[in-house]
Nanobody, 122 residues
Framework: QVQLVESGGGLVQAGGSLRLSCAAS????????MGWFRQAPGKEREFVAAINWSGGITYYADSVKGRFTISRDNDKKTVYLQMNSLKPDDTAGYYC???????????????WGQGTQVTVSS
C-alpha cells in the first residue's frame, strides 16, 4: 500500500517557523495531487493546503494564506509545508494526504499519513 510519513513537527513560540515534510512511498509520485490537513483538539479536521501533480497550482485555507507555503519535489517524492508567523491557533496534528482521482482540491484524498504534532506557545 501507499505509505506517507510526516516529519518536522515540534514546539515553537508564537511568531516562529517550522517546515513539515511528507515522504511518499509510491511508484509514481508525480501523477498525484497532495494535500495537508490539520486537526486540533475539539475541532473537526480542516483543509490547510493542496498542490497539483506538477506543483504549478496551489490552494490554501483562508486561515493560513500568506503564512504557509506548500511545495513538492517529485524527484524526492516529498511534499513540504513551510509554516511562518505561527500562532497558537495553528496548534494541531498535521497530516499529509494523497489523491489519485479528480474533483475538488480539498476532498477525495485516498491515503493519509499518521501525522506530526505542531504546538505553538504564546
Amino acid at each position: 500500500q501507499v505509505q506517507l510519513v510526516e516529519s518536522g513537527g515540534g514546539l515553537v513560540q508564537a511568531g516562529g517557523s517550522l517546515r513539515l515534510s511528507c515522504a511518499a512511498s509510491v511508484r509514481t509520485f508525480s501523477t498525484y495531487a497532495m494535500g495537508w490537513f490539520r486537526q486540533a483538539p475539539g475541532k473537526e479536521r480542516e483543509f490547510v493546503a493542496a498542490i497539483n501533480w506538477s506543483g504549478g497550482i496551489t490552494y490554501y485555507a483562508d486561515s493560513v494564506k500568506g503564512r504557509f507555503t506548500i511545495s513538492r519535489d517529485n524527484d524526492k517524492k516529498t511534499v513540504y509545508l513551510q509554516m511562518n508567523s505561527l500562532k497558537p491557533d495553528d496548534t494541531a496534528g498535521y497530516y499529509c494526504a494523497l489523491k489519485y482521482g479528480g474533483g475538488a482540491y480539498y476532498t477525495g484524498y485516498n491515503y493519509w499519513g499518521q501525522g506530526t504534532q505542531v504546538t505553538v506557545s504564546s
